[in-house]
């Protein structure tokens, strides 16, 4: 594994479709299986770029929580800036995914995701680990 060259494409023609998760508690675990490995990049010694970005996203989305949460109390715009400087990157990252991909963009079902992810990537970041992984056959 130590020699191994990783390479993204990203292209319409070379997608992989599989079916989605068919609830809530499907989907759950299906994000505990993704985040129980999220340790093993450090075992494996994956590339610094990785291992670097991983800790950084998961303080980005704890914090991007914690801004939510205090703005329920203060009702301060200002507590939601760090929120906002995620959601910009992300609005630009899967915008440009989508464009890539030939799919169209909703900027609700995006505005609804802003305020999910950073909890349940939080939650389940932090339960990952601790998963017994049960791989899907």
């Keep these: 594994w130590q020699k191994c060259n990783i390479t993204f494409l990203l ?5 992989v479709l599989s079916k ?11 994000r505990l299986r993704f985040s129980s ?8 010694k994956a590339h610094i ?12 989305n704890i914090t991007a929580a914690c801004s939510i949460i205090l703005f329920t109390s203060t009702a301060s715009l200002y507590t ?13 990252i899967t915008y440009k995914y989508h464009q890539c991909l030939k799919y169209n963009w909703d900027l609700r079902l995006f505005l609804i995701n ?6 349940y990537i939080t939650l389940i970041g932090a339960m990952g680990p601790f998963y017994k ?3 899907k056959e």
């Design 11 to 15: 292209t319409h023609n070379a997608m």
């Design 20 to 30: 989605p998760p068919k609830n809530i508690r499907d989907f759950i675990i299906q």
């Design 37 to 44: 490995k999220g340790l093993w990049y450090y075992k494996w």
């Design 49 to 60: 770029s990785l291992r670097a970005s991983l800790p950084l996203l998961y303080i980005t």
């Design 80 to 92: 939601l800036f760090p929120l906002f400087i995620k959601s910009f990157g992300d609005a630009i």
């Design 114 to 119: 802003m305020l999910i992810h950073p909890f």
């Design 133 to 135: 992984v049960k791989w």
